[in-house]
């Protein structure tokens, strides 16, 4: 029987949205095995539009639901929709959207709060025991998501993974190409563009995860 397998976008493009290359990857992996995925995303405005040619921050908005929807190819729904009952695991690519729009982590730092609609969503697969995977700057949000003692990576960057530990979670640091699973959580972490130099490198480890996560669904 095929998986059920929820992925959660922050809007489209590394610098305000979801990480492409690891969003498109987490998808390949994830048809390659035979998952049937949904895409979701929160319903609200990016905290600010970056140009991804010049680095430059642009006047105007845009929607993260809308921009998901570009990775997604449409096939996107509203993150108020996503119910653990009806999927057997949720993932989460990275890119700074996570931190700037499905929570508040790249301005808050330790004292960050998730975005309500997405903390909900993502609590309830917890609250099921049912496996999450979380990749790049996503395990920055453990603590937030699974409470005090969270084991998780984002690679090797020191002053991240402090951060990560004052919020409560157990930072274990990891290679490019290698995952940490918190076995009581059914968690799945790995590095991705946190440490990646190549699409190649973040692929080797998604790959990991992908599999890992799928494997835990069915235990």
Known sequence: MKKKVAVILSGCGVYDGAEIHESVITL???????????????????????????????????NVLVESARIARG????????HAKDFDALIMPGGFGVAKNLSDFATSGANCQ????????????????????????????????????????????ADTAATLTAMGAEHQECDVHDIVEDSRHKLVTTPAYMVAQSISEAASGIYKLVDRVLELAHV
């Open 28 to 62: 390949l992996r994830l048809d390659q095995r035979g998952a049937e995925v949904q895409c979701f995303a929160p319903d609200i405005a990016q905290l600010h539009v970056v140009d991804h040619y010049s680095g430059d921050e642009q006047d105007g908005t845009r």
């Open 75 to 82: 096939q996107v729904r509203d993150v108020r929709e996503l």
């Open 114 to 157: 998730v975005q309500a609609d997405v903390l909900s969503a993502v609590q309830g697969f917890v609250q099921a025991s049912k496996p999450v995977g979380l990749m790049c700057i996503s395990p920055a949000l453990a603590a937030r998501f699974f409470g005090q003692g969270v084991l998780c990576t984002i690679g090797n960057d």
